[in-house]
């Protein structure tokens, strides 16, 4: 579980107090309890000695009282006389100066004679038990009737004993009382009737005798014994072993002894929830004095990781809080003139100090907002300089980079307050300037182009740069913002590509644009799943049906655009740098038909179109051995027809690949022959076997003269560098005899078939030599 | 006192032969009993009422004699010897009597009619204690410090009673009167005697711890 510290400082705080309040509690509890209980024992100690002496005293008061009476002449005139009625009288009389409960005389033989109330002789059948009392007076408690008496007896002297007198209390409830009020105890009298401890009288109540009846300590009494039952503290005074044991027990009960000290109890224990009560409210308030400041600085840390530097904190005092109050305050402004500064240079180009590309879309969005608002068109318009690479190079990066910043002024300073200038990247601009209609638009982007025709003024030189402008308009041209960007960016490519120099976009270019990235996009997946796949059109020699060879092409189904131009897809593939996926798909497939038509039992030359990338692979010829290897077939099976534009790129490492290649036995073809501007001496030095003359001369040889001229000329250069010649695009029996006639080695054409699907092609290829056989 | 007993005895018999009948009286250890009554009662001859007067006198806080044994019909004089004064009583059956606070010789004669023990108490003194026994017999004594008595009576038998102050009981037996006779006779267990009671309490420590 997570705590506050809020929390915790109050639970702490509050532990401690609980702590203090419980231990010093207890302590005190406990002192007092031992006190109260030392009291209680004290009572009963000093309780049982004062019984004692009360018992004493009674007992006393009873002999003196019998002594009287036994003194008394006439008593012992009316005892020897066996005068009852007297001797009653006497009794009666003697046993009322004392308030004794009963006085008796009984004979030498213990019998009475007669008593001081009138009952049953048989009541004091008790006594005729008693053992003779001679000489002396004796104490002697007895119970009669169940009632226990407290006796004195004496011998009655005349001069010899001619009886003896008994004067007893009556050891009753009043008597309990009477000791209660004085001792402040309870007074239990319990007597052992038959070895049975029965309860004579007292100040208990019927529960508390019998518990007191069950203890056996209660007949067993001993001097200065104290001991605890349940709720009593108990000690015993002997009263009597003969005839029967009688004990008095004198008791506190510990809950009356108690019973002031629960009041203290109390007192202490709402003074200790007190205590606890005003350490939760100083605990609170000390907290909330910590915490509060924190909940500030909290509050404010997280405005600041909000981004909200200005909610500074209200300093009191000089505490730490204060100073860290006060820190907190200074480290919001530093932060955020540091933030400032960090955004400035996060949203702006340090170069130009235009705003950067970061910042375009939502400047976009807010122009494109503010020009709806108004009804008014926004040209987004992207310049570049035109050569700036050049610059760079030839002059130094140093003057490129104040051309940028000229540059960049100079379209500040035409833009003005009707738009904004934002650097897209190396030395691209993008404007965005809110005009009224399409013209104006043209307009401005020409005025653009005329405000750099005065030389940027730079620090040691002029310079003159041009730029390249294309730009798209919203709303017409685009609703979104990447929209607009991609539209203008199309517009600038076509600027830079043809040479208008400012090129406003036009309606279809970007959906050739989007088509392009779908096509590309959906590539990898056309290889494998078959929508892409190879056809081949033979390539007859006319002179040889046995010499035969096809050019495998690629054909494109797309699901979406039906056929597809593969110059058109190459290009896309091409540009993605994704080309040697399907040159090798191509590889691998043509292999395949290869192999499939020597199973057949036909040999012949499969070729292949590279691209000007695969060339510049270096791993290209390995693989290509690789798949000769698996394959099992001859090197010489295969042709690879590469344009002359392909090789004359890096024509270095062209050559290189180029050369291996030719070393491993492949034939390399040069195709679209004159499309290009290769000049004699590299064709020369190429590793080349065949010339393709380009079907754009052979499609009108038979009409125009200049192909047929041409077409000629290469066909005996061809020859003369000692190449085989291919002509394709062949469409007529015109033509094939014509190039026949003029010695073209190899034809290719609609003449001789259409590029066929591979079954087909087999079957045109089982066909073309079945006639041969013919 | 004694002596006037035995005079008038020996007076009453001049006229007949007599025999001397030694009684011994011992207790039941066989020690000599002092103080033993011995009185004889002849079987035929009633007995003649006697008009001796006899004396218990008072001394030291002390019947004088502590015993005293008379015929029926005597006479007793209580004479007070000491300077304070005594108050005699007695709560016997066979005498009930009582002399209320006298000096001297000023208390009247008590006149013992009727046989039996007469315990003797003074109400002004619980230590004082005596005895008179009277017996229907001219017969009579009592044993001296050896426990011997001789007694001289005509011949005959005779009914022998002996009695002692702290034998409850009285023995009797027959016994013949001739020369030479001799009883011993054992009274038994004596009882303690009433003025060695120690005077001990125990009631000051009753309930002491």
Known sequence: ?774 | MRATGLWVAVLLLVSMPLRALQVNVVDDRDRPLSNAIVALYASSAPPQQGLGQAVMDQRDRQFVPEVLVVQTGTEVTFPNSDDIRHHVYSFSPAKRFELRLYHGTTAKPVTFAQAGQVVLGCNIHDSMLGYIYVVDTPYFGLTDARGEISLEVPAGDYRLEVQHPRVKAVTEQTVTAKSGAHVSVNLGDLQPDPRQVEEKTELETLFGP
């Open chain 1, 1 to 774: 579980m997570r705590l506050s510290y809020r929390a915790k400082l109050v639970l702490i705080l509050l532990g401690l107090v609980v702590v203090l309040q419980v231990s010093s509690y207890i302590a005190t509890r406990t002192v007092i309890r031992d006190a109260v209980m030392e009291d209680a024992y004290r009572q009963l100690e000093k309780g049982s000695e004062l019984f004692t002496q009360l018992m004493q005293t009674r007992v006393q008061q009873l002999a003196q009282s019998v002594g009287v009476l036994t003194d008394d002449f006439g008593f012992k005139d009316a005892v020897a006389s066996a005068d009852e009625a007297t001797i009653r009288s006497a009794l009666v009389n003697h046993a009322a100066r004392i308030q004794a409960d009963l006085a008796i005389v009984l004979d030498n033989q213990n019998q009475l004679v007669a008593s001081s109330v009138e009952a049953p002789p048989e009541r004091f059948a008790a006594l005729e038990r008693l053992a003779p009392v001679s000489g002396s007076p004796r104490y002697l408690p007895v119970v009669i009737d169940g009632k226990l008496y407290q006796f004195v007896l004496s011998p009655i002297m005349a001069p010899l004993q001619i009886g003896t007198a008994g004067i007893g209390f009556e050891v009753d409830q009043s008597l309990s009382t009477h000791l209660q009020g004085l001792t402040d105890l309870e007074v239990s009298f319990i007597a052992a009737l038959d070895n049975q401890p029965f309860y004579l009288s007292g100040t208990l109540g019927q529960q508390a005798q019998a518990l007191l009846l069950a203890e056996p300590a209660a007949m067993q009494a001993q001097p200065r014994r104290i001991w605890r039952s349940g709720d009593m503290l108990s000690s015993a005074v002997n009263i009597a072993r003969e005839p029967q044991p009688i004990t008095a027990v004198l008791q506190v009960p510990l809950s009356r002894a108690l019973k002031p000290f629960a009041v203290l109890d109390t007192q202490l224990l709402t003074l200790a929830f007190s205590f606890v009560l005003g350490a939760v409210v100083i605990a609170l308030l000390l907290a909330r004095s910590v915490t509060r400041p924190v909940q500030q600085l909290v509050n404010v840390a997280r405005h600041i990781a909000g981004g909200d530097y200005s909610s500074p904190i209200k300093v009191r005092g000089s505490d730490e809080f204060s100073q860290l109050a006060h820190t907190f305050n200074r480290m919001q402004s530093a932060i955020a003139e540091r933030e400032t500064a960090i955004r400035y240079h996060a949203e702006h180009d340090s170069l130009t100090g235009l705003v950067n590309r970061s910042q375009v879309v939502p400047q976009l969005e807010r122009a494109m907002g503010e020009c709806r608002a108004a009804g008014r068109v926004l040209a987004v318009i992207i310049a570049d300089i035109c050569k700036f690479t050049q610059i760079n190079d030839t002059l130094s990066s140093e003057t490129g980079d104040r051309v940028l910043r000229a540059v960049g002024e100079q379209l500040v300073a035409q833009v003005g307050d009707t738009g904004a200038v934002l650097r897209l990247g190396s030395d691209e601009f993008l404007l965005l300037v809110t005009v009224d209609s399409e013209p104006d638009a043209a307009d401005f982007a020409r005025s653009l182009q005329e405000c750099l025709d005065r030389p940027l003024n730079l620090e040691r030189s002029d310079i003159k740069v041009e730029l390249n402008i294309g730009f798209a308009l919203y709303p017409a041209q685009g609703e979104s913002s990447e929209r607009l960007l991609r539209r203008a960016n199309l517009a600038l490519n076509h600027a830079r590509h043809s040479n208008e120099f400012i090129c406003a976009y036009r309606q279809g270019w970007d959906e050739d644009h989007l088509r392009r990235l779908q096509l590309f996009a959906d590539f990898k997946q056309a290889l494998l799943s078959d929508e892409i796949c190879l056809f081949f059109q033979p390539k007859v020699d006319p002179l040889s049906r046995e010499n035969l060879g096809a050019e495998a092409l690629i054909r494109w189904i797309h699901p979406e655009f039906g056929f597809v131009n593969p110059e058109e897809f190459i290009a896309v593939i091409e540009s993605a740098g994704q080309i040697h996926l399907l040159t090798r798909w191509v590889l691998r497939t043509a292999v395949h038909q290869v192999s499939q038509l020597q199973a057949l039992g036909t040999d012949l030359t499969m070729s292949v179109n590279l691209s000007a990338l695969d060339l510049l692979e270096d791993d290209f010829p390995e693989y290509i051995q690789r798949l000769l290897r698996e394959s099992q077939l001859p090197a010489s099976s295969f042709c690879l027809e590469i344009t002359e534009s392909a090789i004359m790129q890096e024509a270095e490492r062209s050559l290189k690949n180029l050369e291996r290649l030719h070393a491993m036995g492949l034939l390399i073809s040069i195709d679209d022959y004159g499309t290009g501007y290769s000049s004699l001496s590299q064709m020369k030095s190429l590793p080349v076997s065949e010339l393709k003359i380009d079907k754009s001369f052979v499609l009108e040889l038979e009409t125009n003269q200049e192909d047929r001229q041409i077409v000629r000329s290469t066909i005996e250069l061809g020859h003369t560098l000692g190449l085989k010649v291919t002509a394709e695009g062949v469409e007529t029996a015109g033509a094939r005899d014509w190039l026949i006639n003029h010695g073209c080695d190899i034809l290719q054409g609609y003449f001789y078939s259409k590029p066929l699907p591979a079954h087909d092609f087999s079957r045109w290829v089982q066909d073309y030599l079945h006639e041969e056989a013919q």
